[in-house]
C-alpha cells in the first residue's frame, strides 16, 4: 500500500473471507492490530470479534462469494455495524486491473496480493 496517498488516520475493519478461513483485523492506515482468524462455519465469532474493534467503516474482500455475501447480510443487519459496510470486487474495484476471464478462477485474494506487492515494489 502506498503510504504517500493512504491518510494515516484512517481507520477501518478489514475482512478476508477464504476458502477455510474469515480473517478480521483493524487496520489502522497501513498498520494492521488485533488480527484473529476463524474457521468459516464460526461467521458468528468473527463478527463478534469485529464488534470489540472501535466503529469504522467494514472492507470485505473474499474468495468464497457464499460465505461473503452471507457475512455482508449479517453485518448490514446488525445494530453494532453503524458505518459503512463494502465489498471489494462490488462496491471498491481492486486496485489492480485484470484482463483474465472469470473462468480463470484467479482470486481476489491474488490481485489484492499483486496489488500490495506492485506497490511494495513500485515495479
Do not use: W
Amino acid at each position: 500500500m502506498n503510504t504517500e496517498s493512504t491518510p494515516i488516520g484512517v481507520n477501518l475493519i478489514v475482512v478476508l473471507v477464504g476458502n477455510t478461513t474469515i480473517n478480521v483485523a483493524r487496520a489502522q492506515g497501513v498498520e494492521i492490530h488485533e488480527q484473529a482468524g476463524f474457521p468459516v462455519a464460526d461467521i458468528e465469532q468473527a463478527i463478534d470479534a469485529m464488534a470489540r474493534f472501535e466503529p469504522a467503516p467494514v472492507i470485505i474482500a473474499s474468495v468464497n462469494k457464499p460465505v461473503s455475501n452471507d457475512l455482508f447480510s449479517r453485518l448490514i443487519g446488525d445494530a453494532r455495524f453503524q458505518g459503512e459496510i463494502h465489498q471489494v470486487g462490488t462496491d471498491i474495484p481492486p486496485s489492480i486491473a485484470s484482463s483474465l476471464s472469470p473462468s480463470a478462477g484467479t482470486g481476489m485474494d491474488r490481485l489484492l496480493a499483486a496489488a500490495g506487492a506492485y506497490d511494495i515494489l513500485e515495479q
